[in-house]
């Protein structure tokens, strides 16, 4: 795969304090990349440093091949999609998605064509009059990657751009920009706090906490075996067990509760359910255990009830290969 | 719950003021310009149109188009160069904001006539630049600085500036900068994202700046009065004289209605121009 993005020992700091400590990454074309992580973990930074926003205090970033530090924001061959669509409001959205050809001076007949075929694709062509002010949240939020896209940039970045929308909305957004990226072929560099999203839409995801790359996988590598006690319990549920120094993680859906007289072999603790919590498609069990302080979930799907209540005693157990030894 | 009508209650106050001593004064007036002066300056009360009929006289004419000329002039020099002041201290830090902010409004600490007689020290004759020029050697003879349309101009945009600063000040810093961060995204250089983002977005500002600077300098009289000498009297002069020297207020009433009615139409029309630029911009 072609690299089109690479970062080479990004650094940033504001007003001496370190917000990204040296950072390497590479992107390759087509790609839809999410950079996960919760606020303040310099994700955004991070993308507006490849937007040029903002300047790397140190490192260096390169676009399909070519050094960016000394090119301005409005030379670089890539758009972004704000988080609140930063939409101009004095302009319609026929001249908002117009304003990026305009300024490149592509000529009128190849602009109205590519204006035509982005309403339609983004399905605004009903709405092409109106200001951003007469458009709900969804139908602005069309508009900001309609604006984008139209200029067929080789990369586009997305600052949480679905963060100010409400969750149904978001669900059915989020599958149709994966879509539109797969259709169109464009590199995405997607910007969420939301693993939930990050999972359902990316390649890869980078987890990122306090500035560093924790781990960098696809979505079922991050989820089955995360490398660090961070990535273990920001994304989904974990039951971190420690022994000695080093740390194990086991999914709530991969323990298994037996009767405390079946043999000793197969389970590893023991406990008492304190807490059952009904979702509809499984049940949440939170067990005390006896001899650690602490409590462990576990998952326990409609159709394979054991029948627990709360108050049984029970003992844990769970596959070897079903457990990940995490990296401190 | 406060009702509406009980909140109605709260502009009452300033409703009161400005109908005692602003609307019914320009009733009086609007009445007066209708009636005779008598052979003492008296008024008689006895309707007629002549007050008006004296104003098609050119040399009103001239007066008011000369008027019309530094005000405008005014307005665009203040509005030059009250922009990128605007916008130099709107990118300013917060700290430092607020000491500009202070500097541009210090002069209005300051008695208005003690400043404009501030410029004529500075510039007459034998006033501080003229002194410094001479012992420098660069001239022989004073400069003639003061009592012409310029130093009544420089007095002017002097005395207007912070009319048209601050209004801009203000919707600059209302602005989402996400917006122009988002035009150099789209490939706008920074001149084109100020013309196509920026400054349509601060128009509102800018219509207000000069609105204030314009209605302001077509009524001033005590710049042109003290910086510009017999020469440069304008309107406000004219009309100031009328009520003072001449004692003849229903001429002098007849021309305040002239001069607002003027600005009135002027102003509409400039809204109208900037309403129009805004669409054309949109369009553009």
Redesign the interface.
Known sequence: MKTIIALESIEKHFSGSVVIPPLSLSIAEGEFLTLLGPSGCGKTTLLRMIAGFEEPTAGEIFLDGKPLTNVPPYRRDMNMVFQQYALFPHMTVEENILFGLKMKKVPAAEQQRRLEEVLQYTHLAELRKRTPKQLSGGQQQRVAIARAIVNNPKVLLLDEPLGALDYQLRKSLQLELKNLQKNLGITFVYVTHDQEEAMAMSDRIAVMNKGRIEQIASPAEIYNHPRTLFVATFIGENNIFRSGDASIAVRPEKIRLYPLEVEPDKHRMTGQITDMVFLGNLRKLYIRLYDEDMTVLAHEYAGDSRGWRAGDQVAIGWAPEDEVTLRC | MLTTKRLKLLALPALMWLGALFVLPLLMIAALSFLKRGTYGQIVYQGTLDNYARIIDPLYGDIFLDTLAVSVLTTFISLVCGYPLAYHISRLRRSAQQVWLLLVMIPFWINFLVRSYAWVIILRSQGVVNTVLQSLGLIDEPLPLLYNSGSVLLGMVYTLLPFMVLPIYVSLEQM?R??L??????????W??FW??TL??T?SGVVTGSILVFVSSIGMFVVPDVMGGAKSALIGNVIQNQFLSARDWPFGSALSIVLMLLSMLLIFLYYRAANAA?AK???A
């Open positions: 989402d996400r917006k961060e988002a035009a150099y995204d789209l490939g706008a250089t920074p084109k994202a196509h983002v349509p977005m128009k805004g911009e949109g369009a």
